[in-house]
T-cell receptor, first 113, second 113 residues
Framework: GQQLNQSPQSMFIQEGEDVSMNCTSS?????WLWYKQDPGEGPVLLIA?????ELTSNGRLTAQFGITRKDSFLNISASIPSDVGIYFC?????????????FGKGTKLSVIP | DADVTQTPRNRITKTGKRIMLECSQT?????MYWYRQDPGLGLRLIYY???????NKGEISDGYSVSRQAQAKFSLSLESAIPNQTALYFC????????????FGDGTRLSIL
């Protein structure tokens, strides 16, 4: 099946620093979704990307749909303590599996005040 | 009120017991999903349903069954629980159509002793 590789698996940063994380796929994706999960809660959609090369922002978050359609990137600028959580990429892929979302294993972000 | 409500939020039970986890939604979405989350493994799809008469197996359906009682209700059952089914379970919904993001409940933490 399709696989998504997220990196890094975890990161510790100082408050105020910028954060970058990425997600790569073994196959082409038609859509990239980025979710954040706070402790004790379900994942919440941050950004949805639908076109290769697309760059979309949501406040301090910016995500890009890679031109090859096999990767995506999420950047967080000027991190704050409430950015702590697990960030997941996901996508429905293409072909027969296109109605099922595949999730990466997540990037766990810790922000040091 | 939450758009996607899962009950119970926490459950501890013994091996061999039958367990039912319930999910209801007020989003009016046709599609509903059940996921399992284990540390370091991300989210894995158990079952999904595109409407009341449609049930499909996901990546890890063995040992689970589902029932779509109405458009707004989708329940997950463990007929005879075993310890390796201890996990965090999430219900999600999405509108019909291609590449629609999924919206998650806050999860049920299930522990099987």
């Amino acid at each position: 099946g399709q696989q998504l590789n997220q990196s890094p698996q975890s990161m510790f940063i100082q408050e105020g620093e910028d954060v970058s994380m990425n997600c790569t796929s073994s196959s082409i994706f038609n859509t990239w979704l980025w979710y954040k999960q706070d402790p004790g809660e379900g994942p919440v959609l941050l950004i949805a990307l639908y076109k290769a090369g697309e760059l979309t922002s949501n406040g301090r978050l910016t995500a890009q749909f890679g031109i090859t359609r096999k990767d995506s990137f999420l950047n967080i600028s000027a991190s704050i303590p409430s950015d702590v959580g697990i960030y997941f990429c996901a996508g429905p892929g293409s072909g027969a599996g296109s109605y099922q979302l595949t999730f990466g294993k997540g990037t766990k972000l810790s922000v040091i005040p | 009120d939450a758009d996607v409500t899962q009950t119970p939020r926490n459950r501890i039970t013994k091996t061999g017991k039958r367990i039912m986890l319930e999910c209801s939604q007020t989003k009016g979405h046709d599609r509903m999903y059940w996921y399992r989350q284990d540390p370091g493994l991300g989210l894995r799809l158990i079952y999904y349903s595109f409407d009341v008469k449609d049930i499909n197996k996901g990546e890890i359906s063995d040992g689970y069954s589902v029932s779509r009682q109405a458009q707004a209700k989708f329940s997950l059952s463990l007929e005879s629980a075993i310890p390796n089914q201890t996990a965090l379970y999430f219900c999600a919904t999405s509108p019909g159509g291609f590449n629609q993001p999924q919206h998650f409940g806050d999860g049920t933490r299930l522990s099987i002793l």
